[in-house]
């Protein structure tokens, strides 16, 4: 029979601490199923946390509702990393990358209409994905590691959206709620990384042929293939590494946009072409 390790007190601090995860799991799960934000949850993530470690609980409480929707018949497709760009950092007031979990049914076609009731209160970030054909178990990955592991790279709009009401948010309350997912765009026509310097890649994105987004690879952790590197290396960590086949989506090349019934956007990115998220009345 498997007995319960640590002192009487530590034993029930754990289970104290893992209820209050399961609440904050409660109340963004019933966020997302109603369409009705919440209120900002990083009080209750800090309760939650395990000798000051609020990030390692707020990680807690997405994994809750990462296997909740695993268990509902969810696919999981990849992950997103968000908060790379200094301009978003500073729209959010926040300073360190997160990430979150990508499934198939967030998964938007190029061009394709996306229906107001899948949304809640929408952004458009441009975005380079890379998709992977080789696993990263390493502990620690190099650049050379991650060139290797990348069959090719798509132009890619994130629709990011929170499940805390406007926006109110902290690094705690946007990695609990998933890093703050929405949906994903990928486009349709996939190069290879020896024919791009992801660095230098130039981005505009438009809505209806407004500029309303500038930046480029730079602006994400300096090189989309750093903030990459930081995910499989986080990843290995948590126990759950990059498989081959894996989406992911490397975190914003400028500054993000809200987004209205009706509105297009078109992100170009430079090697890469342009993809089209489109949003319905």
């Known amino acids: 029979m498997a007995v319960a390790s640590g002192t009487p007190a530590m034993i029930l601090r754990k289970t104290l601490v893992d209820e209050q995860a399961r609440k904050i799991a409660d109340l963004l799960w019933e966020a997302a199923r109603s369409g009705r934000p919440v209120a900002p949850v990083r009080e209750q993530v800090e309760a939650a946390a395990v000798d000051g470690d609020i990030i390692d609980a707020a990680y807690r409480v997405q994994q809750i509702v990462t296997q909740r929707r695993l268990e509902a018949g969810g696919r999981l497709v990849g992950r997103k990393i968000g908060l790379t760009s200094k301009a978003v950092q500073k729209q959010l007031g926040v300073d360190s990358p997160d990430f979150g979990a990508l499934f198939a049914d967030m998964a938007v076609g190029?061009?394709?209409e996306i229906a107001p009731a899948r949304l809640m209160q929408p952004k458009a970030e441009a975005e380079i994905a890379l998709v992977l054909k080789r696993d990263l178990p390493h502990e620690k990955h190099t650049v050379a590691d991650m060139i290797a592991a990348t069959a090719y790279a798509l132009p890619a709009i994130e629709v990011v959206g929170s499940r805390i009401a406007n926006w109110d948010?902290?690094?705690?309350?946007?990695?609990a709620d998933n890093a703050s997912s929405g949906l994903f765009v990928l486009g349709t026509r996939p190069v290879t990384l020896d024919k791009l310097d992801l660095a230098a890649c130039g981005m505009v994105m438009e809505r209806r042929g407004d500029q309303v987004s500038v930046g480029g690879g730079a602006a994400c952790l300096g090189n989309p293939l750093n903030a990459a590197i930081w995910l499989a290396d986080m990843l290995v960590s948590m126990g759950t590494p990059l498989r081959a086949g894996d989406v992911l989506m490397t975190g914003a090349l400028g500054p993000m946009v809200a987004a209205q019934p009706g509105d297009v956007f078109t992100a170009?990115?430079?090697g890469?072409?342009?993809?089209?998220?489109?949003?319905?009345h």
């Open 268 to 270: 170009h990115i430079e």
């Open 110 to 112: 190029d061009g394709e």
């Open 169 to 175: 948010i902290r690094l705690a309350d946007t990695v």
């Open 272 to 280: 890469l072409g342009s993809v089209d998220a489109v949003f319905g």
